[in-house]
């Protein structure tokens, strides 16, 4: 079983970044593929970006060109820097691990097996 713990969520005005961090912990996450998900208020949890096992990395396009993920094997950590924010971003954050996929498509919540309790994100205009 993995444990994961996400951080660095706040409060920010348009335009200006926040980055996120997710520590795993219970083993080694290397061979496993770690993503972000959001979920609004009302709304379904929803996609942000994922990478691979091998760096390989996905993206909804609605934060494409703006968000980007990136792992540490070595820390057992996910990071999401967030630039450009904007309102609509405002979410509740989750990391997820999964040893299943395997990237190249936009997965749906269901297929990650392992979640943190989330962190959260508000965009003010």
């Known amino acids: 079983q993995v444990q994961l713990v996400e951080s660095g969520g706040g409060l920010v005005q348009a335009g200006h970044s926040l980055r996120l961090s997710c520590a795993a912990s219970?083993?080694?996450?290397?061979?496993?593929?770690l993503g972000w998900f959001r979920q609004a208020p009302g709304q379904e949890r929803v996609f942000v970006a994922a990478?691979?096992?091998?760096?390989?990395?996905d993206y909804a396009d609605s934060v494409k060109g703006r968000f980007t993920i990136s792992r540490d094997n070595a820390k057992n950590t996910v990071e999401l820097q967030m630039n450009s924010l904007k309102p609509g971003d405002t979410a509740v954050y989750y990391c997820?691990?999964?040893?299943?996929?395997?990237?190249?498509?936009?997965?749906?919540?269901?297929?990650?097996?392992?979640w943190g309790q989330g962190t959260q994100v508000a965009v003010s205009t």
């Open positions: 997820a691990a999964d040893n299943g996929y395997r990237g190249g498509y936009l997965p749906d919540a269901s297929e990650f097996s392992s």
């Open positions: 990478i691979s096992w091998n760096g390989n990395t």
């Open positions: 219970g083993r080694a996450v290397s061979s496993w593929a």
